[in-house]
């Protein structure tokens, strides 16, 4: 079975500090991992997908992720944070096959302060 | 990637009542998910459609309450039934689309 954990359930930084969101995953297989992103009151936008091919995958907004296999990990990070930014952040894992479901971590809220 | 249309984007229903969220793709998939986000939580999946044949549905889901229809490559229905307040949820359609996950805008269900 896949799953992931997201450590922290709300992160608030300053506007121009650097976020970082923490993921780590469980996988039998070989994941495919995702950041999406939720807006107030908005549907779940693909920030950036690791699919086993280069280790730090950036996306969109200025966010980048680092796939680490000996950590299990994949933290979301963004150098500088903007207002805009203000969201709820969830990481999700699946299998490599595209018949298979995601499987979401419970979200970081993320604030940021002016 | 894939584009989904859901609807109804958002609807108020009694309780003992049953609403039915449809999903269309503009190409064919072969999977197509159903999530539901209850009240400041996360997406749990409700149950896996292939066409023609029968939803697998996650534990803690069955089929009665949320009954599944996929006719087709493109096109797929939840039914919530019999509804109760502790239904009121949104709840998304999703479909793999090659460079990841795409989601319908989801429907917001509010059971009186």
């Known amino acids: 079975a896949q799953s992931v954990t997201q450590l922290g359930s709300h992160v608030s930084v300053s506007e121009g500090a650097l976020v970082l969101l923490r993921c780590n995953y469980s996988?039998?297989?070989?994941?495919?991992l995702f950041w999406y992103v939720q807006y107030p009151n908005q549907g779940l936008q693909l920030l950036l997908k690791?699919?086993?091919?280069?280790?730090l995958v950036k996306g969109i907004n200025g966010f980048e992720a680092e796939f680490k296999k000996s950590e299990t990990s994949f933290h979301l990070t963004k150098p500088s944070a903007h207002m805009s930014d203000a969201a709820e952040y969830f990481c999700?894992?699946?299998?490599?096959?595209?018949?298979?479901?995601?499987?979401f971590g419970k979200g970081t809220r993320l604030s940021v302060i002016a | 990637s894939a584009v989904i249309s859901q609807k109804p984007s958002r609807d108020i229903c009694q309780r003992g009542t049953s609403l039915t969220i449809q999903c269309q793709v503009d190409?064919?998939?072969?999977?197509m998910f159903w999530y539901r986000q209850q009240p400041g939580q996360s997406l749990t999946l409700i149950a896996t459609?292939?066409?023609?044949?029968?939803?697998?549905?996650e534990s803690g889901f069955v089929i009665d309450k949320f009954p599944i229809s996929r006719p087709n490559l493109t096109f797929s229905t939840l039914t919530v039934s019999n509804m109760s307040p502790e239904d009121s949820s949104i709840y998304l359609c999703?479909?793999?689309?090659?460079?990841?996950?795409?989601f319908g805008s989801g429907t917001r269900l509010t059971v009186v």
């Open positions: 999703s479909v793999e689309s090659g460079y990841g996950y795409t």
């Open positions: 996988s039998s297989v070989p994941p495919y």
């Open positions: 690791y699919t086993s091919a280069a280790t």
């Open positions: 999700a894992v699946s299998g490599s096959s595209g018949n298979t479901p995601l499987v």
């Open positions: 190409s064919q998939v072969t999977m």
């Open positions: 459609a292939n066409q023609g044949s029968e939803a697998t549905y």
